[in-house]
Nanobody, 125 residues
């Protein structure tokens, strides 16, 4: 069973940066595409970023392009989400997810097999 644990969330002011981490255990991390999703209060969960097993392919939501970067370190079984120039619209619970079926990144939450518990990011304006 794959376990995912997110960390790095918090309360920050608009304009600053934050880096989220997601540590994986219990599976073959280097074979999984990984994704970050987020859910704001009263809204549906939405895709933010995804990365292929090798890190060679990345997909970003239009709302975060130019501000967020996703990366991974397979030696550490960890995927990261670097978030720059945060604004109030980025306030959400951020979840990482693992796709154990396909190695290429996808924006569809239904494709992901394992999910973390989430980490709260709150941006004050």
């Amino acid at each position: 069973q794959v376990q995912l644990v997110e960390s790095g969330g918090g309360l920050v002011q608009a304009g600053v940066s934050l880096r989220l981490s997601c540590a994986a255990s219990g599976g073959t991390f280097s074979r999984y595409a990984m994704g970050w999703f987020r859910q704001a209060p009263g809204k549906e969960r939405e895709f933010a970023a995804a990365i292929s097993w090798s890190g060679g392919r990345v997909t970003l939501a239009d709302s975060v392009k130019g501000r967020f970067t996703i990366s991974r370190d397979n030696a550490k079984n960890t995927v990261y989400l670097q978030m720059n120039t945060l604004n109030a619209d980025d306030t959400a619970v951020y979840y990482c997810a693992a796709d154990a079926t396909y190695a290429v990144p996808t924006t569809d939450a239904r494709a992901y097999d394992y999910w973390g518990q989430g980490t709260q990011v709150t941006v004050s304006s």
